[in-house]
């Protein structure tokens, strides 16, 4: 179906299964999300069974209506009143402290609760006929790269979910920010589509969790999610930062190596520089000029380098050039290369080479 054409009966019948503690996949602006009741325990200790996701790892609860947000939490700060106008219905996910209400297993244990009003008509659609609260993690197994399409969810969840509500391609492809509201300053913990900047025009100073930039951090990211190993694809995956010819002679040199050594080879790499790599599998993610284009193609090129059984993968780097300055310190990096780049270095389990 489609935002414009939605399926009134089956919308029924998915609120019908979310209520009695089944299962839906369905679409959202950002990926496709793993939908269970947000206020029943048992609805999210499915989720975490059917995705082999850590039950420490929170989930996030969808909302349709401003109104609904109140009566599950202990406050609601002025911040987030100021947020959700600008940004709400939109993927940006904002923390509060939660009331007895809300699961402590919907929340890993934790005393807040992360909430998001989607802009995607399905998903609003969805969230009312299940009567307000969803939890949906992406629609994917734990570990494996967020779904974009309908079939990425069947090909990952088949038999553990109870419907899966095809929306076609979602557009973003790059999952919510998230910004924790509980604490006196205002701190992303996930770097998304809603830029550190967009955030900070409208609230004012806006900090980044450090930990969630740095390859080598010993420290715990403030969202417990960002400490696994995402987005991975099942071969080895490189990212190679320095200027554009010598990053790219850099990685023929590798791919070469690899090949000899009969090992599959892929490249991630733009439009601008496609034509330089010598791979089994090259694959642009787009113009560097369009980073909207780059955030989306990102996670189906990780799939589908698992699809072509690629096992030695390196890629180009997309650090927001503009902003920082591109000698590997992120400190006041505020654009969308911030969200793309983060879950790249996830996917390559922060290997990055300078040269
Ligand atoms: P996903 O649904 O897979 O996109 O992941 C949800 C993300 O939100 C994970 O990184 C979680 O750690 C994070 N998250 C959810 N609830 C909270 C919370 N109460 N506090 C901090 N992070 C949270
Ligand atoms: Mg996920």
């Not at 659609?125 to 079939?151: D, F, H, Q």
């Not at 071969?235 to 009969?262: Q, S």
């Not at 284009?293 to 589908?304: H, V, Y």
């Not at 390559?348 to 300078?354: C, P």
Request: net charge negative; hydrophobic share 35%; aromatic share 6%.
């Amino acid at each position: 179906m489609t935002e414009d054409a939605i399926d009134e009966k089956a919308m029924e019948k998915a609120g019908q299964i979310l209520k009695e503690g089944g299962l839906v996949a369905f679409p959202t602006e950002t990926v496709y999300g793993l939908g269970g009741d947000a206020l029943n325990p048992e609805s999210s200790r499915k989720i975490y069974a059917a995705k082999g996701r850590p039950s420490d790892n929170p989930l996030i609860v969808h909302v349709c209506r401003l109104e609904d947000i109140p009566p599950i939490v202990q406050e609601m700060p002025e911040a987030a009143m100021k947020l959700a106008k600008a940004f709400w219905p939109g993927p940006l996910t904002m923390i509060f402290r939660k009331n007895d209400r809300v699961p402590y297993a919907t929340t890993g244990g934790l005393d807040t609760v992360a909430i998001r009003f989607p802009s995607n008509r399905i998903a609003q659609a969805l969230i009312a006929a299940e009567g307000g609260y969803i939890a949906a993690p992406s629609a994917n197994k734990s570990g494996r790269p967020s779904p974009t399409i309908a079939l990425y969810c069947k090909e990952d969840l088949d038999g553990k979910v109870d419907m899966i509500i095809d929306g076609g391609e979602v557009g973003i492809g790059l999952e919510s920010t998230i910004i924790d509201l509980t604490e006196k300053e205002p701190m992303i913990l996930r770097p998304g589509y809603i830029t550190q900047k967009m955030l900070s025009d409208v609230l004012g100073e806006v900090a980044v969790d450090h930990t969630i930039l740095s390859a080598d951090s010993k420290e715990r990211p403030k969202a417990p999610g960002m400490k696994y190993r995402h987005y991975a694809p099942a071969g080895d995956l490189t990212i190679v930062e320095g200027a554009p010819g010598r990053v790219a002679e850099y990685i023929n040199r590798e791919l070469a190596k690899a090949r000899e050594a009969g090992e599959k080879t892929g490249v991630i790499c733009t439009d601008e520089t496609k034509s330089l790599y010598h791979a089994d599998c090259v694959k642009s993610a787009g113009s560097r000029r369009d980073e909207d284009e780059i955030a989306r193609e990102l996670f189906r090129i990780l799939r589908e380098f698992d699809d072509e059984k690629c096992t030695v993968m390196y890629s180009e780097s997309f650090r927001d050039q503009e902003i920082g300055d591109g000698s590997g310190n992120t400190e006041g990096q505020g654009g969308f290369g911030m969200a793309i780049m983060n879950r790249l270095m996830k996917a390559a389990g922060q290997k990055i080479v300078q040269v």
